[in-house]
């Protein structure tokens, strides 16, 4: 049934209709709105079978998760940027102990300074976390990405997170094709968990593991991370099968097939990359043969079918909402590893970050500088340098140059001038 609603909102709805038996909230923004809607659905007995859990933080969400998850019990929540970070030691004991938790990551910058705007330093701070990270291009992926990812999670017994650009997606109203609960149902069966607390068979749930076993123990979630990398697919074909529509998978292609240039990326911006190549591609002067690679899985990382998406270009363009700091590109390197020995010319473009806005203006000179290999290795998209280098020069002239950040908002004007 076709919709128009909130991202949020067609989330709280989808994952609704994949039954979950607990679901622990802690409010931050911008996915407040997904268990806001769930809490209503709970109290008002739409969403049946289910508890819903108030807690007192991020990390008790995630505990109370893997409570619930241990003892047998399909477990959501969700969270977002700090959040994320203060949940993080269980979010670690969450992959270790094997527990198919779903949660959705409404990405937002970290701090500091503090930013509530949209990039994807939260989830991937945690990429090596042990957890199956699956990113949404819109609020129909986002809806869709999050049956696929109960029956997945459950099926490998490892958790999820389905990251979705938060405010961008979050808080977009667009036209989805609703689910009818018949079709979940037929798609996601009944919970049955591969283990369970049971008083009658008694055992230890995250039990200390010395040098003797730990590296096999780290190995054998390494192995459950491959049979998704196959299962993912499979499971997104199944999917079509039974909702009529293309979703999921590990990667997306757009109009590679004669491209010498090929743009990769994660998340909504998908969109606006899409938009500037359709414009480049029918330029007065002959267009430009450059193409689309989409990464919905970006743990475990797809890097045969990264190399095979690339093998017939000339060279890629890594554009990134995130950043390494001291390094550079994180997506670049997983990329660069899939493409070892293949003699591409490689770029890495840091874009978006705290919510910057990314403009088909600045992709089009991007894009064309690329095809001309014009780039650095490592180029940040609409960086005020003259910003940047005063506050390095104020730093070489006085030993207390003062807060970066605060320095930064009045050379750009947003708080009033001071004279140095």
Known sequence: MLKQTEGSRAVAEAVAMCRPEVICAYPISPQTHIVEALGEMVKDASLVDCEFINVESEFAAMSVAIGASATGARSYTATASQGLLFMAEAVFNASGLGLPIVMTVANR???????????????????????????????????????????????????????MDGFILTHAYERVDMPTQAQVDAYLPPYEPRQVLDTNEPVSIGAMVGPEAFMEVRYLAHAKQMQALERIPQLAEEFKAVFGRDSGGLVRT?????????????????????????????????GHKIGVLGITSFRPFPHVAMAAALKHCKRFVVLEKSLAVGGGGIVATDVRMAVTGMGLKGFTVIAGLGGRAITVKSLTTLFEKATREELELITFLDLDWKAVNKQLEREKAHRRSGPVAEAMLRDVGVVGSRNY
């Open 109 to 163: 910058a970290i701090g500091a300074p503090i930013n509530i705007w949209n990039d994807h330093s939260d989830s991937l701070s945690q990429r090596d976390c042990g957890w199956l990270q699956l990113f949404a291009e819109t609020n129909q992926e986002a809806l869709d990405l999050h049956i696929q990812a109960f029956r997945l999670a459950e099926e490998v017994s490892l958790p999820i997170m389905v990251c």
């Open 254 to 286: 757009y109009r590679t097939e004669d491209a010498e240039t090929i743009v990769i990326a994660m998340g909504s911006v998908l969109g606006t990359i899409k938009d500037t190549i359709d414009a480049m591609r029918q330029d007065e002067n002959g």
